[in-house]
């Protein structure tokens, strides 16, 4: 469009459209409704966190090419996503050791937004990760996300990417990444990353009401002590509900802890803010401040 003014000055704007064509579309693997991974390849660290080796899995989901390269990486970091919550007769699209988010769950729900499907997956390479046990430690995760980018990077020389990688941390992920990140600068290691955003962090921790800590905390005394009346049929509380609730990830986000005792115990958490300040601004002060949420690239 163009319009040209009274004093002769000409203003000028445009729109940019792109046709996806059916036979772009067609070039997805697509089992049952779902759109499938292009690759995965299962990893572990190579550097373990207090002796805790922790694994995980890499997914590739290429851009519209026929190359299957990666040219421009879109990281996600997934969050707390506990397996135990997953029944092996109905493992969420298929595999146990994803959980409930992967890149599968990812792409679906981006298809229900037409026009931001087609804007990420026709123009960058997603590339999903995801953690065989969220209930680790955040640190020992760190370094599985450390040594997933790792792998990324090596991958991207191997096939001539000079992009920057964007990384899209989703809750629990985003303090993994920050931390992860962080730390390879720290030990100086590039991680070619220019872009780290997040989708609902608790960057100074995770607020769970009192009452609903202390109500599960009590149905698990019960549980335990075999106070319930009869044999009422609670599931295998034990080996799904406690490991969860009394994980290090669980004790280190929850801004009020509660223990098996019923008691408040917060001192993983505040170990946890300080390390993760000192870690990223150098400082062991202002836990609460939110400036310490904002990470800042050397």
Avoid at 239 to 257: T, V
């Amino acid at each position: 469009m163009r319009a040209k003014l009274s004093n002769g000055y000409c203003l000028y704007s445009h729109s940019l459209a792109k046709i996806i064509s059916d036979a772009e579309i067609s070039t997805r693997a697509i089992k049952d409704g779902v759109i499938e991974p292009d690759e995965t390849k299962d990893f572990e660290v190579t550097l373990p966190y207090n002796g805790i080796i922790t694994k995980g899995r890499i997914s590739y989901l290429f851009a519209a090419n026929t190359e299957k390269k990666i040219k421009k990486p879109f990281i996600i970091m997934e969050g707390f996503d506990p397996i135990e919550l997953v029944k092996k007769e109905e493992a969420y699209r298929g595999d146990i050791k994803y959980g409930t988010t992967n890149l599968k769950t990812f792409v679906t729900y981006l298809q229900d937004r037409y026009s931001a499907y087609y804007k990420l997956t026709s123009e960058y390479d997603i590339i999903y990760i995801d953690l065989f046990d969220c209930k680790c430690s955040i640190q020992a995760n760190a370094r599985l996300f450390e040594r997933a980018m790792e792998i990324i990077n090596e991958r991207k020389i191997q096939e001539g990417c000079t992009e920057k990688n964007i990384v899209f941390a989703q809750s629990m992920g985003g303090l993994i990444a920050r931390y992860g990140l962080k730390e390879m600068e720290n030990q100086g290691k590039i991680h070619y990353t220019s872009l780290l955003f997040f989708q609902d962090t608790p960057h100074l921790g995770a607020h769970i009401p009192m009452g609903i800590l202390q109500g599960m905390n009590g149905l698990l005394s019960f549980y335990y002590e075999n106070k319930i009346f009869g044999r009422l049929d609670f599931g295998d509380v034990k080996s799904k509900l406690a490991p969860i609730l009394y994980s290090d990830a669980a004790k280190q986000m929850f801004i009020n802890f509660v223990n098996s005792n019923g008691d408040v115990d917060n001192s993983v958490h505040n170990a946890w803010q300080r390390e993760l300040s000192q870690m990223v601004n150098g400082t062991n002060e202002g836990e609460n401040r939110w400036s310490q949420c904002s990470y800042k690239r050397k």
